[in-house]
């Protein structure tokens, strides 16, 4: 078992505790197109960040959010090298687009993050980036845990980052029938998925090497079960939720809080509500989801709704999904918030995560 010592986080809502308050209030941050031609992609909105920085978006935050985890995290974090954990979907790809167009002068060795990490704090050691979609810091999480509890790392740093760019937009701009002005995780209104932007990082530590510790990563279960380019299957879910279950030695009755991947589509919310139906109980744990205040995030997702899992397990408020009015018929039997934030004290929390292709991470961390 490993600890995480601190976190930190950039959305569109601001930093951790801005956007943990805007969730308590039930405020999102979808908003028309700022940086990008609506008219170029045909997607009209999306949960962008209103700031101007260099054209590497994602790298700059991604330092950000970094150089604030290992701020919170010192002295428990050794002068010694640490690895860095990167998880994205597509990297530096806005600032490729407008190189390609000759808009921005960038070498190959700009589009990776290993530069701009190494620039944030001379603790940091080598940078491994994996690109598992909405789940890449999930299993990032795993790779982190596993690095302290053997030994081979003092510490770890697990990051994600990711921001808009105009061929994904124009992607989904492409397969979507109609406009959607903002996600609405498991309700009988949802239109689809609109995306977001931003960072989030995390330091792992040895149980017992923090000295005020966010809490306690217990376990992560994962799976790949490549039945789909998009839609999720919900064997391949069932097995990395059993998997954590199985590796913290908990049953699924002691989970209490679950940040669902929420994706605000029939196709995911249908389905991961079946999932947590049968192996959490009927009306089991409180449900939750943040999507609908985010975006998807990508390879920033997993490690938002973490930060925002420790932020419930510490205060015992759990904020609403943002984006439910009305709950679906196929996602009834499941706890889930809203209409305001609920007192609940849990004390271990579940954290799914989704990425096309079949890859799932699903973590468990209990509170500190």
Known sequence: MATIAASAVRSCLGDGPATFAALLAGRGGAAPLRYVDAALVNVGA????????????????LAGCVREALRQADPQVPRASIPVLAGTGLRELGAAEKWSAGAVEMTVEDLHFTGVLRETDDRLGPVVTVCNACSATGHLLALAQDLVDSGAAPAAVV???????????????????????????????????????????????PDGAAAAPLGRLLATGMS??????????AEGIARAMREALDRSGRR????????????????????????????????GPLVTAIKG??????????????????????????????????PAADCGGVRLVRSGPVRARPRLAQVDAFGFGGVNAVTLVGAA
Request: charge should be negative; hydrophobic fraction near 40%.
């Open 293 to 326: 205040a985010t975006g998807h995030t990508s390879g920033a997702s997993a490690l938002m709704s973490l930060d925002v899992a420790l932020r419930c397990l510490a205060t015992g408020w759990v904020p609403p999904v943002a984006g439910l009015d009305r």
């Open 224 to 233: 790949c079960d490549a039945a789909h380019e998009t839609a999720p299957e």
């Open 46 to 61: 999306a949960y962008e960040i209103d700031e101007e920085t260099s054209h590497r978006r994602a790298g700059t935050w």
């Open 159 to 205: 990051a994600g980052a990711d921001s808009l760019t105009v061929s994904m937009l124009a992607m989904i701009g492409r397969v979507a029938p109609d406009r959607t002005e903002r996600i609405r995780p498991f309700d009988a209104d949802r239109t689809g998925v609109l995306l977001g932007e931003g960072a989030a990082a995390a330091v792992v530590v």
């Open 252 to 283: 699924g009755e002691e989970v209490d809080l679950v940040l669902a991947h929420g994706t605000g589509t029939e196709l995911n919310d249908r389905v991961e509500a079946r999932v947590l139906r049968e192996h959490l109980g009927e009306n």
